[in-house]
C-alpha cells in the first residue's frame, strides 16, 4: 500500500495538536505519556492523550472519530483490535492526518507504521525463558491475564505457554480480571489457595507482578517466582525487595516518545519525505515498525533503571497521575 500524498496546504505547516488513543486508563500509559510529553515539549507539540477506562473498541474507535473531526495534525492509536480501525484510518487519511499505531499493531490498517513491542507471543516466550530459569525442578506455575480478547494479552499468554508445555510445566490459572485491580488481587489469592504447589506466578500486564507481589508476601511465600512486564513504581520496589524476580521492560515510555516525534515529522514532512528519513518504505506500508528492544530488569540491574527513571523525573510525575 502507497503512503498516501498530504492534503495540499499542510507541507511546512508547524504542527499544533497529535492526539493519541490509547486502550484504557491504567497505570501502564502514565509512562508512556510521559514520553509523549517530553517528545512534545522539545518538539513545540501538543499533546493530546484520551482513553476508554476500560478497554472498549466502541469508545476507541469514538475518540479516533472525535479527534479527527477536531482537526488534529496527527494521530496515534492503540490497535486493540487487528482489522477494525481500517475504515476509520482511511477516513483520516483523506484528510490528509498521519496515522499511526502504538503498543499494539493493525499492519493492514493502512497506518503508515508503528511504534511498539515486539510480536506479543515472542515477548511472552522471552517471559516464559525466564521463568524456567527462576523454577528450578519445581513444575507448575499460576498465570493472570486482563483480557481474554486483545491480541497482546492472548499472545504473550500463549507464548509464555507454549515455553511452560514444552518444558513439561503445568500452567493453572488464566481467569480475566478486565483490567481490574480488585479482581486480579481476589484471583492472586484464590490461586495461591487452590494451588500451594505453585513455583511461579506470571502475568500478562504490567499491574499483575505487583498484585503477585502482595499476594505471596501476604502468605508468606517467598519462594515463589514472579516474572512479570513493564515497570511501575511497584514493581520496581518489588525488584529490589526480592519478591519479584524479573520484569521485562518493553520501553513503553519510548513508544509515546518516538509516536509523537514521528507524527510531528510526518505533519511537517510529508508522509514520503518523514518514511524515507525514517529508513521506512512508502509502497508497502505493512512492514513498518519501529520497536525498541525489550530489557529484563531484575535485582542486578534495576539500579539503572531508577538512575534512568530518576534523570526524568518520572516517579513523581507519574504518582502525580495516581
Known amino acids: 500500500m502507497t503512503a498516501q500524498p498530504r492534503v495540499p496546504g499542510r507541507e511546512g505547516k508547524a504542527p499544533a495538536r497529535i492526539a493519541l488513543i ?73 484528510r490528509g ?11 493492514d490498517s493502512g497506518r503508515l507504521m508503528y511504534v511498539g513491542m515486539l510480536a506479543p507471543v515472542e515477548m511472552g516466550r522471552q517471559a516464559g525463558r525466564l521463568m524456567l530459569d527462576a523454577l528450578g525442578e519445581r513444575r507448575k506455575v499460576a498465570v493472570q491475564t486482563g483480557s481474554a480478547d486483545a491480541h497482546g494479552a492472548t499472545g504473550k499468554l500463549a507464548g509464555f505457554t507454549e515455553v511452560m508445555t514444552a518444558a513439561g510445566v503445568e500452567v ?33 500486564y504490567g499491574y499483575h507482578a505487583p498484585v503477585q507481589a502482595r499476594a505471596v508476601e501476604a502468605a508468606g511465600r517467598d519462594d515463589i517466582a514472579i516474572i512479570g ?6 514493581t520496581v520496589a518489588a525488584i529490589e525487595a526480592g519478591t519479584v524476580r524479573a520484569s521485562i521492560w518493553i520501553r513503553e515510555y519510548y513508544f509515546g516518545y518516538y509516536a509523537v516525534a514521528a507524527l510531528a515529522n510526518l505533519a ?31 535485582r542486578d ?19 502525580a497521575t495516581l
Open 172 to 204: 493453572v490459572g488464566g481467569d480475566n480480571d478486565g483490567e481490574r485491580l480488585d479482581a486480579a488481587e481476589r484471583n492472586a489469592h484464590r490461586l495461591l489457595s487452590e494451588h500451594p504447589d505453585i513455583g511461579g506466578f506470571f502475568g500478562v
Open 268 to 298: 511537517r514532512l510529508g508522509d514520503e519525505e518523514t518514511l524515507t528519513l525514517l529508513g521506512l518504505r512508502t509502497d508497502d506500508l505493512t512492514g513498518n515498525l519501529l520497536r525498541p528492544q525489550p530489557l529484563v530488569v531484575d
Open 22 to 94: 490509547e486502550k484504557n486508563r491504567g497505570a501502564y500509559w502514565d509512562m508512556v505519556n510521559a514520553g509523549a510529553l517530553d517528545a512534545g515539549r522539545r518538539l513545540g507539540v501538543t499533546v493530546l492523550a484520551d482513553a476508554p477506562e476500560y478497554e472498549s473498541l466502541d469508545e476507541q474507535l469514538a475518540l479516533v472519530h472525535r479527534y479527527l473531526d477536531e482537526g488534529v495534525d496527527g494521530l496515534a492509536f492503540v490497535a486493540t483490535s487487528q482489522t477494525a480501525f481500517t475504515d476509520t484510518v482511511a477516513a483520516g487519511r483523506r
Open 301 to 319: 540491574n534495576v539500579g539503572q533503571f531508577r538512575a534512568w527513571a530518576r534523570g526524568l523525573d518520572l516517579e513523581s510525575r507519574i504518582a
Open 97 to 107: 492526518v498521519p496515522i499511526i499505531t502504538m503498543d499494539l499493531d493493525a499492519p
Open 229 to 234: 512486564f513493564d515497570m511501575l513504581p511497584e
